[in-house]
């Protein structure tokens, strides 16, 4: 080649790669994308090639998008860097300065403080309402309302929301409607399906789910996908290649590990309803016909010290998140909700002795012994 030493180090030899049939994807850990000549770099604008800049469009990010929309049911989805900015750009898609949205009041503690704190400085208002009474949704709804959002099964005490209401409101008052599907899956649960038109994921849970990634997927129609797209790309909330990639490597196994942690679940709550050391058992019985949930919380307030059930837990761990394959357990009272006021705490049901249990897929006999020798020690 004639190079000299810099020039050969930088450059490297380069094999054609069109040749090359990997069974996977391969991870396009790529900032940008090359082109031959100035009619090539055309192509990119006239819509016949796919990739110019990472942060503009990446296969692993489309992929993670697809692979969702299919799983969901619908046309379109947009992969980004959290959960927490798929639901900023899911939120900036249909409302602007000016606008308001009705949410649930009992949604995940960080999407609380995206849209209470930081929305309104975008000009964006945000009411909060309890979902459970139908009526003081409708009775929230202003003119400039645009949206509403909610949960397929909230945290941590499991409400499962009504989505056929949620449909009918939105359809009633031209409203569109947004659901936050992170703790059902499209396993157990497809919003899009019932009539939601934008369905949300932190892909960082079961998606993911081995708890090695950070990822948000926005799933909904077309036109309101490509919106948020524009959003991710102005933004800059785009997603990682490397990431993208191990979120896609998830979901080929979302069904094995959810019908193992379904499963477990049904399995841990039973055996701890019966148990005399638990107070109330916290898990939903009509999210779908395959099951549940994987989340049980419990409340033990009064029958055991919650200082020594955290230390009696042996193999499971402390995790102040969830959906792993291996069983953990958070405590909201000092994570999750530690920043609501005490009236609200106390208003949704997160008292002292409430464990909120995100079960795994190990063997069910090992968990449900875990948890009935941490609170056979620390029984009062
Ligand atoms: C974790 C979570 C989020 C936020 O997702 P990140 O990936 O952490 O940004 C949003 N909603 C729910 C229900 C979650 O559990």
């Known amino acids: 080649?004639?190079?000299?030493?810099?020039?050969?180090?930088?450059?490297?030899?380069?094999?054609?790669?069109?040749?090359?049939?990997?069974?996977?994807?391969?991870?396009?850990?790529?900032?940008?994308?090359?082109?031959?000549?100035?009619?090539?770099?055309?192509?990119?604008?006239?819509?016949?090639?796919?990739?110019?800049?990472?942060?503009?469009?990446?296969?692993?990010t489309d992929e993670?998008?697809?692979?969702?929309?299919?799983?969901?049911?619908?046309?379109?989805?947009?992969?980004t860097s959290s959960g927490l900015s798929a639901i900023l750009v899911g939120v900036l898609a249909v409302a602007k300065a000016g606008d308001h949205i009705i949410a649930s009041n009992d949604i995940y503690g960080g999407t609380y403080q995206l849209l209470a704190n930081e929305l309104v400085d975008f000009g964006i208002e945000v009411?909060?309402?309890?979902?459970?009474?139908?009526?003081?949704?409708?009775?929230?709804?202003?003119?400039n309302t645009k949206l509403i959002y909610s949960e397929s099964?909230?945290?941590?005490?499991?409400?499962?929301?009504?989505?056929?209401?949620?449909?009918?409101i939105a359809k009633e008052h031209n409203l569109y409607s947004m659901i936050d599907n992170t703790f059902a899956t499209p396993y157990l649960c497809?919003?899009?399906?019932?009539?939601?038109?934008?369905?949300?994921?932190?892909?960082t849970k079961y998606l993911g789910?081995?708890?090695?990634?950070?990822?948000?997927?926005?799933?909904?129609?077309?036109?309101?996908?490509?919106?948020?797209?524009?959003?991710?790309?102005?933004?800059?909330?785009?997603?990682?290649?490397?990431?993208?990639?191990?979120?896609?490597?998830?979901?080929?196994?979302?069904?094995?590990?959810?019908?193992?942690?379904?499963?477990?679940?049904?399995?841990?709550?039973?055996?701890?309803?019966?148990?005399?050391?638990?107070?109330?058992v916290y898990y939903p019985t009509s999210v779908s016909t395959k099951g549940n949930g994987a989340i049980v919380s419990i409340d033990i307030t009064g029958l055991c010290n919650i200082e020594k059930f955290f230390k009696s837990l042996s193999w499971v761990k402390i995790v102040p998140t969830l959906a792993g394959v291996e069983t953990s357990v958070s405590y909201p009272l000092t994570t999750s909700h530690r920043a609501?006021?005490?009236?609200?705490?106390?208003?949704?049901?997160?008292?002292?002795?409430?464990?909120?249990?995100?079960v795994g897929i190990e063997d069910a006999e090992d968990i449900i012994n875990a948890f009935e020798k941490a609170i056979?020690?620390?029984?009062?």
Request: net charge neutral; hydrophobic share 35%; charged share 25%.
């Open 153 to 168: 099964i909230t945290n941590p005490l499991l409400r499962v929301e009504s989505l056929d209401e949620v449909v009918r």
């Open 64 to 79: 993670l998008g697809g692979a969702v929309a299919q799983l969901e049911g619908a046309p379109k989805g947009v992969a």
């Open 209 to 280: 789910g081995h708890s090695d990634v950070t990822a948000g997927v926005l799933v909904g129609k077309e036109e309101l996908i490509n919106k948020a797209k524009g959003k991710v790309v102005n933004i800059g909330t785009n997603l990682s290649p490397f990431d993208a990639w191990l979120a896609c490597r998830g979901i080929k196994t979302l069904s094995v590990r959810m019908e193992r942690h379904v499963r477990n679940a049904q399995a841990l709550a039973d055996a701890l309803r019966k148990n005399t050391g638990v107070d109330k």
């Open 1 to 60: 080649m004639g190079q000299k030493f810099d020039t050969k180090s930088v450059h490297l030899a380069l094999k054609d790669t069109n040749s090359i049939d990997s069974k996977v994807t391969p991870i396009y850990q790529t900032s940008a994308f090359k082109f031959s000549d100035l009619e090539d770099l055309e192509n990119f604008y006239n819509g016949k090639k796919d990739y110019l800049y990472s942060r503009v469009g990446n296969p692993n």
């Open 190 to 203: 497809q919003p899009y399906s019932s009539g939601i038109d934008l369905v949300v994921h932190s892909a």
């Open 127 to 143: 009411s909060f309402v309890d979902f459970e009474k139908v009526s003081e949704v409708e009775n929230h709804i202003k003119e």
């Open 340 to 358: 609501l006021p005490k009236e609200s705490q106390i208003e949704l049901g997160i008292t002292e002795g409430l464990v909120r249990i995100s």
């Open 376 to 380: 056979h020690e620390s029984i009062l």
